[in-house]
C-alpha cells in the first residue's frame, strides 16, 4: 500500500524519501521541459516558457540538490540528457557552471539572470521593469531594460529602434517588443 506525504505522489512506502518530493515543479513537466524539445528555443516563446520554469526554480526549496544533480548526471549523457531547466539553469547554463566548478571560477550572472532579477511577469502578458535603474551593465556592454530583454531572447543587437508594441508604454515583454527588421516583414494574413 502506498503511503502519501502530503506533498508529492511520488513518494510510497516502497523507497526512501527523496529531495525530489519537495520540489516546486511537481506536476509541472511540462513547463520545464515542453514536448518536442531537445534544447531551449531562443524565441519570444522559448523565453518564456525558460522565465516562467526559473521562477519557479527560484522559489524551490531543493533547488541545489536539483542542480546538483543535474550536473553530476549531465557528465554521463548526450546532449538529449541535458534538455530542459533543471535547478534554476538551462542546458547551457549548467554546462557553463560545471566547468567554472571545476576550474575554481566565481560565477558571473548571465543577462538572462539580471532580466529576471529586474522584472516581474504580470498576469495580462506583460512584462514591468521594477527597479528604478535604467540601464544594466554586463561584460562591458551596457542594456537599456528593452535591449537587455531583446539580448535575452534573440542573442543579437535590435537594428534601428525597439519599439513596444503593445498597450504598456514600459513593457519589456519580448513577444511585446519589434526592432526595425520585425516592422518590415509584411504580416501574415488570417
Known amino acids: 500500500m502506498k503511503a502519501y506525504s502530503g506533498r508529492s505522489p511520488l513518494f510510497t512506502a516502497d523507497r ?53 544533480d543535474a550536473i553530476a548526471a549531465e557528465g554521463y549523457t548526450d546532449h538529449h540528457g541535458r534538455a530542459g531547466v533543471r535547478g534554476g539553469l538551462t542546458p547551457q547554463e549548467r554546462t557553463t557552471k560545471a566547468r567554472r566548478d571545476k576550474r575554481g571560477d566565481a560565477e558571473p550572472p548571465t543577462l538572462f539572470d539580471l532580466y529576471l532579477a529586474r522584472t516581474e511577469a504580470l498576469d495580462d502578458g506583460h512584462v514591468r521593469w521594477t527597479v528604478k535603474t535604467t540601464t544594466v551593465s554586463h561584460h562591458g556592454h551596457s542594456y537599456t531594460p528593452r535591449q537587455l530583454a531583446w539580448a535575452c531572447a534573440t542573442n543579437r543587437r535590435p537594428e534601428g529602434a525597439l519599439l513596444v508594441a503593445c498597450d504598456m508604454p514600459n513593457c519589456v515583454a519580448v513577444e511585446h517588443l519589434t526592432d526595425s527588421v520585425m516592422r518590415r516583414k509584411p504580416r501574415a494574413r488570417a
Not at 524565441?43 to 524551490?60: F, N, W
Open 16 to 68: 526512501p524519501r527523496s529531495w525530489r518530493d519537495d520540489a516546486a515543479c511537481i506536476g509541472l513537466g511540462r513547463l520545464f521541459l515542453p514536448d518536442g524539445i531537445e534544447t531551449i528555443p531562443s524565441t519570444p516563446k522559448g523565453l518564456r516558457l525558460v522565465a516562467d520554469a526559473k521562477r519557479v526554480c527560484a522559489g524551490c526549496p531543493v533547488r541545489e540538490a536539483c542542480l546538483t
